[in-house]
C-alpha cells in the first residue's frame, strides 16, 4: 500500500488525490469516477467529489490503495 503525506496540510480533498496519486488524468475524470461510486474510503463507497480525506484514511480505486499519513 502506498502512503500519501499531508505535508502539514490539514487534509486533501479526494478528487486531488486521485490526480496527484496519478489515478486520474484529470480533475473532470476523477470526479467522475467518483460519482459513479467507484472510490472508496476505508471500505466504503464515496461519491462527494471534494471529500475532506485527513490522516489516517485509507481510500482505494481501480484495485490500488493509498493510506494517507499527516
Avoid at 502539514?8 to 496519478?22: I, R
Avoid at 467522475?32 to 475532506?52: H, N, W, Y
Avoid at 489516517?56 to 490503495?65: L, M
Wanted: charged share 25%.
Amino acid at each position: 500500500m502506498e502512503i500519501f503525506n499531508l505535508d502539514g496540510h490539514p487534509y486533501v480533498e479526494l478528487c486531488d488525490l486521485l490526480k496527484f496519486q496519478g489515478w486520474s488524468e484529470s480533475g473532470a475524470a476523477a470526479k467522475a469516477v467518483i460519482a459513479e461510486g467507484l472510490v472508496q474510503i476505508d471500505d466504503q463507497p464515496e461519491t462527494r467529489k471534494r471529500c475532506k480525506i485527513t490522516a489516517g484514511k485509507v481510500v482505494s480505486f481501480n484495485g490500488e490503495s493509498v493510506r494517507v499519513d499527516a
